[in-house]
């Protein structure tokens, strides 16, 4: 499976946007980039995935650069409850749907 | 609200119990996959199946750990002998088809004495 960069933990303040940054340099062609997060004491919850247009949804946006080697999830308006671990995943669309965590990007939202 | 459901969510054993964990699928979910977590490691996955069937057991301990789908109700996730290194939050995670959001159950922390 191709390999995902994040930083270790992000602060914001709360009611401001919220850019986390991934890095895959060594994708390919049929992975798809996918964003789970995991709240504390919970178990993780789909966020947004693409594979190379930017994608919207009611929970965030997910940015991807042209060469597809970097993508950014973007929370609008960061609320306290956005508070979690944020992994972001590249996984094959056909064939195995299994989902390999990274360490993620543990994110802190300040009042 | 359609949810994944995991029993129990808290099993506290002594080492050499035997241990069952329990998910049931979203109904509709054809694919079941069984993730671990520590603190050390992270998420891991152990093993998934399709339409009941075990796709993919590598991650699994494969001496001491096993997993079924008796039905397509129900996935059991069973450790024995249990060991203190076995301690954890065990997650279940489910999917329709070639869908691809997976939805989480709660967990089930485990913690052998």
């Known amino acids: 499976d191709a390999k995902t960069t994040q930083p270790n933990s992000m602060e914001s303040n709360e009611e401001e946007p919220v850019h986390l940054p991934c890095n895959h340099s060594?994708?390919?062609?049929?992975?798809?980039i996918h964003w789970y997060r995991q709240l504390p004491s919970q178990g993780p919850e789909y966020v947004i995935h693409g594979l190379t247009s930017n994608v919207n949804n009611r929970m965030a946006s997910l940015a991807i650069a042209e060469d597809r080697k970097s993508s950014t999830l973007i929370l609008h308006r960061a609320t306290l409850r956005d508070a979690a671990v944020y992994y972001c995943?590249?996984?094959?669309?056909?064939?195995?749907?299994?989902?390999?965590f990274g360490q993620g990007t543990r994110l802190t939202i300040n009042p | 609200d359609a949810r994944v459901t995991q029993t129990p969510r808290h099993k506290v054993t002594e080492m050499g119990q035997e241990v069952t964990m329990r998910c049931q699928p979203i109904l509709g979910h054809n694919t079941v996959f069984w993730y671990r977590q520590t603190m050390m490691q992270g998420l891991e996955l152990l093993a998934y199946?399709?339409?009941?069937?075990?796709?993919?057991d590598s991650g699994m301990p494969k001496d001491r750990f096993s997993a079924e789908m008796p039905d397509a109700t129900l996935a059991t996730l069973k450790i024995q002998p249990s060991e203190p290194r076995d301690s954890a939050v065990y997650f279940c995670?489910?999917?329709?088809?070639?869908?691809?959001?997976?939805?989480f159950g709660p967990g089930t922390r485990l913690t052998v004495l």
């Open positions: 199946f399709r339409n009941r069937a075990p796709l993919d």
């Open positions: 995670g489910t999917t329709a088809g070639d869908k691809n959001e997976q939805f």
């Open positions: 060594t994708i390919s062609g049929t992975d798809y």
């Open positions: 995943i590249l996984r094959l669309y056909q064939g195995a749907q299994k989902l390999v």
